[in-house]
T-cell receptor, first 112, second 111 residues
Framework: EDQVTQSPEALRLQEGESSSLNCSYTVSGLRGLFWYRQDPGKGPEFLFTLYSAGEEKEKERLKATLTKKESFLHITAPKPEDSATYLCAVQSPNFGNEKLTFGTGTRLTIIP | DTGVSQDPRHKITKRGQNVTFRCDPISEHNRLYWYRQTLGQGPEFLTYFQNEAQLEKSRLLSDRFSAERPKGSFSTLEIQRTEQGDSAMYLC?????????FGQGTRLTVV
């Protein structure tokens, strides 16, 4: 069964202080790894999809990277509006298995 | 707004009552998913439709839960004889490619 572990559970940073969030995964094969942002009381907002080891995607202050066992979400010079829970999910390539398996998320707080 | 729409946003019900939630996906998306999320946890998969066919159901989905997607458009999720443990955020998502886009969810509170 697919498994996703995210660390740390919570992270507090000063504005401008760069850091990385970790997502470790175990799957029988990887169709895709997904990063989402979720604000309190809202649905997850899609950020990135990564398909193969070595791939990188960037969006504003965020950069996602992928290896064969984990993914990192790097946050450069964050701002208070980057405060949210960041969720990682995997999808395996088995026929008929379309579900995403999520981790429990990293709750990020950026202090002005 | 052409995103995924869910209705209602909030529902408070008494234990033992039935509730029904509606999801309107992004119009060109043929895949539709239901997830459940409790506080401090990531979303957990419940069920998946491709067009009108329900192709996958989680073991979490007890016989009190039923989902439909008539004509491959909107979907409904019904919970019969609600229990306090059903209190959660129910999320709907739709996709055309691998990326799934989520609605704002329906927050269910069973009292």
């Amino acid at each position: 069964e697919d498994q996703v572990t995210q660390s740390p559970e919570a992270l507090r940073l000063q504005e401008g202080e760069s850091s990385s969030l970790n997502c470790s995964y175990t799957v029988s094969g990887l169709r895709g790894l997904f990063w989402y942002r979720q604000d309190p009381g809202k649905g997850p907002e899609f950020l990135f999809t990564l398909y193969s080891a070595g791939e990188e995607k960037e969006k504003e202050r965020l950069k996602a990277t992928l290896t064969k066992k984990e993914s990192f979400l790097h946050i450069t010079a964050p701002k208070p509006e980057d405060s949210a829970t960041y969720l990682c999910a995997v999808q395996s390539p088995n026929f008929g298995n379309e579900k995403l398996t999520f981790g429990t998320g990293t709750r990020l707080t950026i202090i002005p | 707004d052409t995103g995924v729409s869910q209705d209602p946003r909030h529902k408070i019900t008494k234990r033992g009552q039935n509730v029904t939630f509606r999801c309107d996906p992004i119009s060109e998306h043929n895949r539709l998913y239901w997830y459940r999320q409790t506080l401090g946890q990531g979303p957990e998969f419940l069920t998946y439709f491709q067009n009108e066919a329900q192709l996958e159901k989680s073991r979490l989905l007890s016989d009190r839960f039923s989902a439909e997607r008539p004509k491959g458009s909107f979907s409904t999720l019904e919970i019969q004889r609600t229990e306090q443990g059903d209190s959660a955020m129910y999320l709907c998502a739709s996709s055309l490619n691998p990326e799934a886009f989520f609605g704002q969810g329906t927050r269910l509170t069973v009292v």
